[in-house]
């Protein structure tokens, strides 16, 4: 009896870990998605606007701009995060520096407003000495 009770309670506990690491990578929270596809990038994969001033942590600014909207999140792949609103449907997000080629088709912004025309680009960032990317864009 003890051997069933421990084996169900694992059975729970693996169940709950599913479920915990299925909503830490669950789809964004408004019912409008964009997904990132390059904007801001040059041919080779480098920022079009590299801004790195002394003691800057590499980033990425984030910016989407969508229709009505007065709410958005960013999905990376570290996570799901609220946007900051800069405007009238104008969003931020400063993410840290990572190879943004590796985000194409797969950075998400997602918000309430208006489904179509909506923008999301890396406005500028700072690349760091770390660079450059590991894989070109394709053509």
Do not use: W
Not at 98 to 118: F, H
Request: charged share 10%; net charge negative.
């Amino acid at each position: 009896m003890r051997k069933l009770i421990a084996l169900l309670s694992a059975v729970v506990l693996v169940i709950l870990g599913i479920s915990v690491v299925s909503s830490a990578s669950a789809s964004p929270g408004y019912p409008n998605q964009v997904t990132y596809s390059g904007q801001g990038l040059n041919a080779d994969g480098t920022l079009q606007d590299n801004r790195c001033d002394d003691g800057t942590a590499p980033y990425l600014l984030f910016v989407l701009t969508a229709n009505k909207a007065t709410a958005a999140d960013i999905t990376l792949p570290s996570g799901t995060f609220a946007m900051v609103q800069s405007g009238n449907g104008a969003f931020k997000f400063m993410a840290d520096y990572q190879n943004p080629v590796t985000l194409i088709g797969i950075a998400v912004a997602s918000y309430d407003g208006v489904k179509t025309n909506a923008q999301f680009v890396i406005s500028h960032g700072c690349e760091g000495d770390s660079y450059p990317p590991s894989t070109p864009p394709s053509s």
